[in-house]
């Protein structure tokens, strides 16, 4: 029941690795067609469940958090628990594809 939350260098730390819910971090950029079109569905995973907190991650503004994870392409959903990345999924796709990729469905 939340909103899509925002996160930057600064912010990287409290939010994602410091969490003690797990985490979704949508890695995107604004030149990027495909997070564009997954947008409403991480903003939809976003209200629908309380039990993870959901952000975003622009890659264009914060390339050290990408660069870390072995980001290369995008979008990138990842799902971080206990401040460790755990699973992840690549590329546009159904809500349905995006949980079970990362074990939530």
Same mark, same amino acid.
Request: glycine share 10%; proline share 7%.
């Given at each position: 029941? @939340?909103?899509?939350?925002?996160?930057?260098?600064?912010?990287? *730390?409290? #939010?994602?690795?410091?969490?003690?819910?797990?985490?979704?971090?949508?890695?995107?950029? /604004?030149?990027?067609? /495909?997070?564009?079109?997954? @947008?409403?569905? #991480?903003?939809?995973?976003?209200?629908?469940?309380?039990?993870?907190?959901?952000?975003?991650?622009?890659?264009?503004?914060?390339?050290?958090?990408? *660069? *870390?994870?072995?980001? *290369? !392409? #995008? /979008?990138?959903?990842?799902?971080?628990?206990?401040?460790?990345?755990?699973?992840?999924?690549?590329?546009?796709?159904?809500?349905? !594809? #995006?949980?079970?990729?990362?074990?939530?469905?």
């Amino acid at each position: 029941m @939340a909103d899509v939350i925002e996160i930057t260098t600064d912010t990287f *730390q409290g #939010i994602v690795l410091e969490s003690e819910k797990p985490v979704i971090v949508d890695f995107w950029a /604004p030149w990027c067609g /495909p997070c564009r079109m997954i @947008a409403p569905v #991480i903003d939809e995973i976003a209200r629908d469940r309380d039990d993870v907190v959901v952000g975003k991650v622009n890659v264009d503004e914060a390339p050290a958090i990408a *660069q *870390q994870y072995g980001i *290369q !392409g #995008i /979008p990138f959903i990842g799902l971080f628990e206990n401040g460790q990345l755990v699973k992840n999924a690549v590329g546009a796709m159904p809500r349905a !594809g #995006i949980e079970q990729a990362l074990g939530l469905s």
